[in-house]
């Protein structure tokens, strides 16, 4: 189940704890709440005009998703970034990506192909524009369905989300460290290529395309990181 999912009762209404889970990731994704800053539970109530109950609930959900730490002394406390971190979370990508890429490839049919393809025709025709927080979060989205259209046939929900949660990770390195940066790679030509060599069939040529693709994104966004941090 997706954090999206989550959020949601089964009759489809949205809960208190939900709401606050998304506002809050939300928050953590786009480092209005600062990686490491330590949090009051009973100022983000306060904040956000709920009870202590749903803010636990909410919270304890990012806790298991990685998003926030606890820790007896300090208590709760959004997760620190690091290079390493970033490394990892490429490293852990670059072996789960593929493989759900290569089942994918094996059981999509002419369904499958059409999601991938109109996912990348939707990423390709929206724009990233670094001054524009808006235009940003379009991009990010479309290039999430994107990655998600790939290797959503590998019919495995615990990998899927394993992906999504790794996805997210990396985008809060891009939200936080290339909002307004310029050096933003044009990838167009790279998912094109991915995805026309995906719906053909063409399995090595695929998954050792989207490793590279992943390995240039992690190293560009590397450089800024220890660029704007010296």
Known sequence: MSASTRVYKADGKPTIAGKVEAQLRHDILHGVLAPGMK?????????M???L???REAVTRLVCDGWVEVSTQRGYSVTPMSVENL???????????PYALRLSIANGELDWETNVMGALYRLNKT???PEKVESIDAWETANNAFHFALIERCDMPLLIKMHASLVSM???Y???YLSGHKMQRDVIDEHTRIANLAVDRKVEAAIKLLCAHITRSTKNLRRIIIKTNS
Request: hydrophobic share 35%; aromatic share 0%; proline share 3%.
């Open 174 to 176: 891009r939200n936080i």
């Open 49 to 51: 005009n709920v009870g």
């Open 127 to 129: 724009q990233r524009i």
């Open 87 to 97: 490394d990892e979370v490429c490293a852990l990508r670059l072996q789960l990506e």
């Open 170 to 172: 990396n985008n809060r």
């Open 53 to 55: 109950s749903p803010m």
């Open 39 to 47: 949090l009051n539970l009973d100022k983000l109530r306060e904040a």
